[in-house]
C-alpha cells in the first residue's frame, strides 16, 4: 500500500497489505518492500516491515570523529545537531565562520560541517583562513548551502572544501559524506 502520513487505513485493514509505504518513497524503501511482497506467503502472517533507519547510534563508534558545526540559523543548528546525536556524536557549535575559525585555533577536529552564508565571516573565508593555517592540523571540511547549483559547488572546492551537502539534508547524502570523512580521514 502507498499511504499519505496519517492515513488510517493500514490500522483498519492490516491484513489486506503486505507491506505499506508512506509517499515520498525511498528507491531503497521500495525495493525493500518490493523483496518483501515477492517473499510473501499468503498461509502465514504478513511480515512487519521497517525501512532500515540511516540514523544508527552507533554510526560514531564505526566512525570516530570530532565535529564542528559552523551554522548560524537556530533551526538548521538544532536539526543537524539532532542528527548528529542520533548517529552518536556530540558535536560543537560555532555561529559564525569567525567563531570556527578561533574554535579551530584551539582544538583538532576532524570534520567541520560549514554552512556558506553566515555573518562576521562567511564559510568560504573561513575555510580559505583555515587551510591557510599551516600551525593546525587540517580538518575535512563539509560545505552545507541551500546554493545547490554547480557553480556554488565549485565555489566550496576551489575555497577548499572536500565535500559539499545540499540542504535541506538527504540523510542517505549526508551519512555518506561523514563516511567519507572518516575514510579521508584514517
Given at each position: 500500500?502507498?499511504?499519505?502520513?496519517?492515513?488510517?487505513?493500514?490500522?483498519?485493514?492490516?491484513?489486506?497489505?503486505?507491506?505499506?509505504?508512506?509517499?515520498?518513497?525511498?528507491?531503497?524503501?521500495?525495493?525493500q518492500?518490493?523483496?518483501?511482497?515477492?517473499?510473501?506467503?499468503?498461509?502465514?502472517?504478513?511480515?512487519?516491515?521497517?525501512?532500515?533507519?540511516?540514523?544508527?547510534?552507533?554510526?560514531?563508534?564505526?566512525?570516530?570523529?570530532?565535529?564542528?558545526?559552523?551554522?548560524?540559523?537556530?533551526?538548521?543548528?538544532?536539526?543537524?545537531?539532532?542528527?548528529l546525536?542520533?548517529?552518536?556524536?556530540?558535536?560543537?557549535?560555532?555561529?559564525?565562520?569567525?567563531?570556527?575559525?578561533?574554535?579551530?585555533?584551539?582544538?583538532?577536529?576532524?570534520?567541520?560541517?560549514?554552512?556558506?552564508q553566515?555573518?562576521?565571516?562567511?564559510?568560504?573565508?573561513?575555510?580559505?583562513?583555515?587551510?591557510?593555517?599551516?600551525?593546525?592540523?587540517?580538518?575535512?571540511?563539509?560545505?552545507?548551502?541551500?546554493?545547490?547549483?554547480?557553480?556554488?559547488?565549485?565555489?566550496?572546492?576551489?575555497?577548499?572544501?572536500?565535500?559539499?551537502v545540499?540542504?535541506?539534508?538527504?540523510?542517505?547524502?549526508?551519512?555518506?559524506?561523514m563516511?567519507?570523512?572518516?575514510?579521508?580521514?584514517?
Amino acid at each position: 500500500m502507498l499511504s499519505s502520513p496519517g492515513d488510517e487505513n493500514l490500522k483498519k485493514n492490516p491484513e489486506l497489505f503486505v507491506a505499506t509505504l508512506t509517499k515520498p518513497v525511498k528507491q531503497r524503501q521500495f525495493s525493500q518492500a518490493l523483496q518483501t511482497a515477492l517473499n510473501y506467503n499468503q498461509h502465514a502472517a504478513p511480515p512487519e516491515y521497517r525501512p532500515a533507519s540511516l540514523l544508527s547510534a552507533d554510526f560514531a563508534e564505526k566512525h570516530p570523529l570530532s565535529i564542528l558545526v559552523a551554522e548560524d540559523n537556530l533551526i538548521n543548528q538544532k536539526l543537524i545537531m539532532r542528527v548528529l546525536n542520533k548517529l552518536g556524536y556530540d558535536p560543537e557549535l560555532a555561529n559564525n565562520g569567525l567563531e570556527a575559525v578561533n574554535l579551530v585555533a584551539g582544538k583538532t577536529f576532524d570534520v567541520i560541517l560549514m554552512d556558506i552564508q553566515m555573518p562576521e565571516m562567511d564559510g568560504l573565508e573561513a575555510t580559505r583562513q583555515l587551510r591557510n593555517n599551516s600551525s593546525i592540523i587540517q580538518p575535512y571540511i563539509i560545505a552545507m548551502t541551500a546554493n545547490a547549483m554547480a557553480e556554488d559547488r565549485a565555489n566550496c572546492h576551489r575555497a577548499g572544501m572536500n565535500n559539499y551537502v545540499s540542504k535541506p539534508i538527504k540523510l542517505d547524502l549526508f551519512v555518506a559524506a561523514m563516511e567519507e570523512a572518516y575514510s579521508a580521514k584514517t
